[in-house]
């Protein structure tokens, strides 16, 4: 067996001067311009991996200006063939936000932890099995299968670049996204999204201003804000989470929603409105405020998240949600038992559906993943399902497969995202031994 947490060990100070390069670029998607579809710094951190990929003697491409890849050819597999394994993983970012004690856009080291947005999610990882492809070459081996890193730049933003790459190349055999958690995932919730629409009388919603503060589908709001006609401004102070784990923060939105409910100023219905909101999503993670408290064996309990409030018009409010539910329960049962817990006057249309996605978790090449895992970590490697969303649910034959180890939880998105130098060594050591297994026949 190749000793790869010796090669990862020889070679660890060139992979970081190289993932340095990839930190650096602010790779937070823009407006789009002519050869950037997702705007200049993602088409930009495109470019580091294909000139990366050219330097190390690999066959590189850009698809449709929006997914890069970097090929190995097989020495099995035909020129002609089309068939190849996959590894996607993403070089677009969340913005950077507030509250950092480290630069943003910067690989730092401090003490034996790494930090810089893209660390966890997503250039540290897709990174290590770029570089570990180049590691396996320059240790002599030959791959019986092609192999693809395929690197995309909007996954952040709704994962419109892979229907780009589709449009022009074929989906690869089979292959893993580092874009989630081990062990190998092989299911992945449901997730829909809805906003919820509320009308009231135009006087009834004059004494209360905009709301105001950083509201994202990717994160529980920490910071919200709004201003009375009295003068009275309002404030709310949560903990920042992802939207997946809204147990591990504070939703400045129920707390915002608690402090007017009991508002005199306003007028009785829209404190009952507010009053709903509190009762029905503050510390409700599992759909217990409105009686949809769902789960199964294999993904656990549903989750709710507020993810937006907003004042829309001089008579309408708006609440967005985020529902991320089992495996074997339809977005048909979720939707009806919304609809029953809705405050009067409310209308529901879904902005987002995604749902479940399930492999066979006896496959042959899963249980290679497995092998790989349980042999690196002396762990489980007994397949799971996660209530996150990554490019399994875009690309076909695709499969989460890390970074984050079991207990690892709410990283990601967050000011001072990390690594620990052990665990990002222990991924790029998983990486090359996963490439290697998927690639020999």
């Not at 939703?251 to 100023?265: F, G, Y």
């Not at 306003?266 to 507010?274: D, G, H, K, T, V």
């Not at 007994?382 to 709410?410: D, H, L």
Request: proline residues 6%; hydrophobic residues 40%.
């Amino acid at each position: 067996m190749r000793d790869y947490q010796g090669l990862v060990a020889t070679h660890w100070e060139d992979f970081l001067q190289v993932l340095a390069q990839m930190m650096a670029i602010p790779s937070v998607k823009g407006a789009p311009v002519a050869g950037a579809p997702f705007g200049e710094k993602p088409r930009a951190a495109l470019d580091l991996a294909l000139s990366l990929g050219k330097a190390w003697g690999f066959k590189t491409g850009l698809v449709n200006e929006a997914v890069a890849y970097v090929e190995w050819q097989g020495q099995h597999t035909p020129a002609t063939s089309k068939d190849y394994i996959g590894i996607v993983g993403h070089l677009d970012v969340v913005a950077a936000g507030t509250g950092w004690h480290f630069p943003p856009f910067a690989l730092t080291q401090d003490q034996e932890t790494l930090y810089g947005r893209g660390i966890l999610d997503n250039k540290g990882p897709i990174m290590s099995c770029l570089y570990g492809l180049k590691l396996l070459k320059d240790q002599g081996y030959q791959p019986d299968k092609t192999v693809r890193i395929l690197l995309g730049s909007d996954e952040e933003s709704g994962m419109s670049d892979i229907p780009l790459y589709l449009a022009k190349e074929v989906p690869p055999t089979f292959g893993f996204t580092p874009d989630c958690k081990y062990p190998v995932v092989y299911g992945e919730r449901g997730v829909v999204g809805v906003s919820l629409v509320t009308a009231f009388a135009p006087e009834e919603l004059a004494k209360m201003g905009t709301i105001v503060g950083e509201q994202n589908p990717a994160s529980v709001p920490d910071q919200l804000a709004v201003t009375l006609s009295d003068g009275q401004t309002l404030t709310a102070t949560g903990v920042r989470s992802p939207s997946n784990a809204p147990e591990l923060g504070k939703n400045a939105i129920t707390l915002l929603a608690e402090k007017l409910a009991t508002t005199a100023l306003l007028a009785p219905r829209i404190r009952q409105y507010f009053q709903w909101v509190v009762t029905s999503f503050h510390e409700q993670h599992h759909g217990e405020g409105i009686d949809l408290m769902l789960a199964d064996p294999d993904s656990g309990k549903l989750i709710v998240t507020p993810i937006s409030l907003q004042k829309i018009a001089e008579d309408q409010l708006e609440l967005r949600l985020s529902f991320r539910y089992p495996v074997t329960v339809s977005e048909d049962r979720v939707l009806s038992g919304l609809e029953k817990a809705l405050f009067s006057g409310t209308q529901l249309t879904v902005t987002r559906r995604l749902p479940s996605v399930v492999k066979d978790k006896d496959g042959v090449e899963i249980q290679k993943l497995t092998q790989v895992y349980e042999q690196a970590t002396g762990l489980s490697g007994r397949p799971v399902t996660t209530t996150g969303g990554t490019y399994a649910r875009k690309m076909p034959n695709i499969i989460a497969f890390g970074p984050s180890f079991p207990g690892q939880k709410g990283i990601a998105h967050n000011h001072d995202e990390y690594m620990t130098v052990a665990d990002l060594q222990k991924n790029l050591e998983i990486y090359i031994a996963a490439i290697e297994a998927l690639t020999t026949a």
